[in-house]
């Protein structure tokens, strides 16, 4: 009853404001059909007229708006009214209803009547209840903004921090790759110093052998010929020997010490040939024993040199190859920076076993085992690479959806 009571009340109210609509509309018929006196009009202002002009504008505006509410509230009523028929036939059929059935069906409505009281209670209650937690809940989002823009503020400043460590890194790994730039070269030029020092020694060797082994048949012809002795082509048996001999005499001796014996064979045939008498061969065997003496100190003296020279270039190899290996790990962990640093398809250079050294003479047991630990990796590192190429072609064939 209450609310078709504020039905009628509303309707009531609606109904004097479209009255008054229509006095309005009446008020503005009479005044647009209004003719006014010729005379009293030219008499006007030009104020009165713009005045006059201006509320007639507003009137119509005014005027419009109006009608647009009429309509308006003319369609809402009709509405209404449409509902408020069919929740009196309704009401008329519930009541007919209830009037038609038993009081068991009476109570069971008084029950369901109750439950649906107590079910609208309890939403109210938890209504009340989330509308008390709203508070508590704007505090706890308070919360979450300020450790959300604390965690942005951290995030940001680690990202700074990592970009100055990236541009460090890669300032480092410039540094790196110029150093083992650097270090490649020296390997290279140490390498070239090698092989070239290898060459030198090998030529060294063979031109001692051959000078060794020309000096001992040198030496005992020499010997044989002085022994056997023949004319010599000016008559003199000590001045020469043989022709043979003089020539290797000329060969072994320099020319100082060929001109000596060629003096003291003279003096010798001279003093004989003044005496007369049989010449002693005691001085001349005397003289080419010291002679001999002096060869062979001499050839002692160059055999020495050239040990000494031997030695000293075989431990200028062991330096170099020791330096060289020294080189190697320098390289090695150069390359090993840069892995770490950098991306993995950046070039790090040819492995080790590139720059190892494998002559057999310049190999020792340490060295051997370094290079096989070497070559086993750069067998690895290959295997690696072959597997980096692989992996993006079977993500590119093997491409994942969205939701997994």
Not at 92 to 98: E, I, K
Not at 158 to 185: F, I, N, P, Y
Request: contains cysteine; aromatic residues 4%.
């Amino acid at each position: 009853m209450d609310f078709a009571e504020n039905e009628r009340v509303q309707l009531q109210d609606r109904s004097e404001r479209l009255y008054g609509l229509g006095d309005l509309q009446e008020r503005t018929g009479k005044l647009a059909g209004s003719k006014p006196d010729p005379s009293a009009r030219m008499g006007l202002s030009e104020e009165e007229k713009l005045q006059i002009s201006k509320e007639l504008v507003d009137l119509q505006i005014e005027t419009n708006k109006m009608k647009e509410q009429y309509e308006t509230e003319n369609f809402e009523l009709k509405n209404m009214v449409v509902k408020n028929e069919e929740l009196s036939q309704e009401l008329l059929n519930l009541a007919n209803a209830r009037s038609n059935r038993g009081p068991t069906v009476a109570d069971e409505s008084s029950a369901e009547l109750e439950r649906v009281r107590a079910t609208v209670r309890r939403l109210s209650a938890r209504g009340a209840k989330l509308l008390g937690n709203q508070d508590h809940i704007k505090v706890e989002l308070e919360k979450l903004k300020k450790t959300y823009d604390l965690q942005q503020q951290k995030l940001e400043e680690r990202v700074m921090v990592m970009g100055k460590e990236l541009q460090e890194a890669k300032g480092a790994t410039g540094d790196t790759q110029r150093k083992l730039a650097e270090q490649s070269a020296v390997l290279l030029t140490s390498q070239s110093q090698l092989q070239e020092v290898e060459v030198e020694n090998s030529q060294l060797q063979l031109r001692l052998k051959q000078l060794n082994e020309e000096y001992r048949s040198r030496l005992a012809q020499y010997i044989k010929d002085v022994a056997v002795g023949t004319p010599s082509p000016r008559g003199s048996p000590e001045l020469g020997r043989s022709l043979h001999t003089g020539t290797i005499l000329k060969h072994l001796l320099s020319s100082r010490e060929w001109g000596r014996v060629e003096r003291r064979l003279e003096m010798d045939y001279m003093d004989s040939k003044s005496s007369k008498a049989p010449a002693d061969h005691a001085p001349m065997k005397r003289f080419v024993d010291n002679m001999l003496k002096d060869i062979r100190a001499s050839y002692k003296s160059r055999e020495e040199q050239l040990a000494g020279a031997a030695r000293g270039y075989k431990k200028r190899m062991k330096n170099l190859v020791k330096k060289h290996e020294n080189l190697l790990i320098a390289y090695g962990l150069q390359r090993e920076q840069i892995r770490s640093l950098g991306s993995s398809a950046m070039d790090c250079g040819p492995a080790e076993l590139h720059f190892s050294i494998t002559d057999p003479e310049l190999l020792t047991n340490t060295t051997r085992e370094l290079n096989r630990l070497r070559e086993e990796k750069a067998k690895l590192e290959m295997q690696l690479r072959e597997l980096q190429k692989e992996r993006p072609k079977e993500t590119s064939a093997f491409p994942l959806s969205p939701e997994q």
